[in-house]
């Protein structure tokens, strides 16, 4: 006896079946031989035969008679072995094109997410880690903006299952004629007051030397003090005459 395998994830046909009232209706649940059990879910919840419900020998096809409103929903089958067990749903998604992503600013980025699940994934798109709010597999808008540049995740979530799958893809911009990003009020503020603070100085610097210069140039308006000498007797007798002279270098020590 061969040992037991790791199952693949069973599909369910048809995927999707439109039925009237007292209708009937026939599911088949596709998978390995060597899975073991098969367990039949609507919505979630394992279905249980009865007279309208009825399943083949080896459960692996569903029938039910005289449908009704309350029959509507989401089937899935469950298989199982010793070593493992699956059910329909998304186990893996993919996204279209494959990255890495370049582009210029002004181009349509367009994303497609495909996920293999039965009943429908919701999806939902991420960007570096932030929700985008964007729902659906596709993803379409014009590069505008550098915050849109990064690294686009897409989930599909199974609301039956419960299971997500995801898949990334890292788009980045190029081109030299991308618009900057605009500086933060915080980056404005800083640069209005360091210029305020570098004018501030020069004033100060400026009214100094100004203040400076004023002290050590002499005025101009002043008169100069005059210093009076003896001028030693001539030969010829007359009146002693006083002159004024310039200071010398001893008189300017004596002070």
């Not at 399943?55 to 899935?76: E, F, I, M």
């Not at 799958?165 to 933060?184: F, I």
């Not at 101009?220 to 002159?243: C, F, H, I, M, R």
């Amino acid at each position: 006896m061969s040992p037991a395998e790791i199952l693949p994830k069973p599909t369910v046909t048809p995927n999707q079946t439109l039925v009237l009232e007292n209708g009937t209706f026939t599911l088949t649940c596709n998978s390995s031989p060597s899975a073991d059990t098969v367990l039949w879910l609507r919505d979630g919840a394992s279905l249980v035969p009865s007279e309208r419900l009825g399943l083949s020998h080896d459960n692996r096809t569903l029938k039910v008679l005289g449908v009704t409103r309350g029959d509507a929903g989401a089937y899935q089958c469950e298989v199982g072995n010793p070593v493992s067990t699956n059910r329909n749903g998304p186990d893996s998604a993919q996204i279209d094109p494959p990255g890495p992503i370049n582009l210029t600013f002004g181009s349509l980025l367009n994303l497609t997410c495909v996920a293999d699940s039965i009943p429908a994934p919701s999806y939902r798109w991420v960007l570096n880690g932030t929700d985008t709010k964007e729902t659906g597999s596709r993803l379409t808008f014009n590069l505008t903006t550098w915050a849109q540049q990064g690294t686009y995740e897409c989930r599909a979530h199974n609301p039956v299952t419960g299971r997500t799958a995801w898949a990334s893809v890292a788009m980045r911009v190029t081109g030299t004629d991308a618009p900057r990003p605009a500086l933060s009020a915080g980056a404005i503020a800083g640069i209005v007051i360091g210029s305020l603070a570098g004018a501030a100085l020069v004033g100060v610097t400026v009214y100094f030397l100004y203040s400076r210069c004023q002290n050590e140039t002499p005025k101009e308006n002043e008169a100069p003090v005059l210093v009076y000498e003896n001028l030693p007797p001539t030969s010829w007798a007359g009146p002693v005459t006083l002159q004024p002279r310039q200071p010398d270098v001893y008189e300017e020590l004596k002070k």
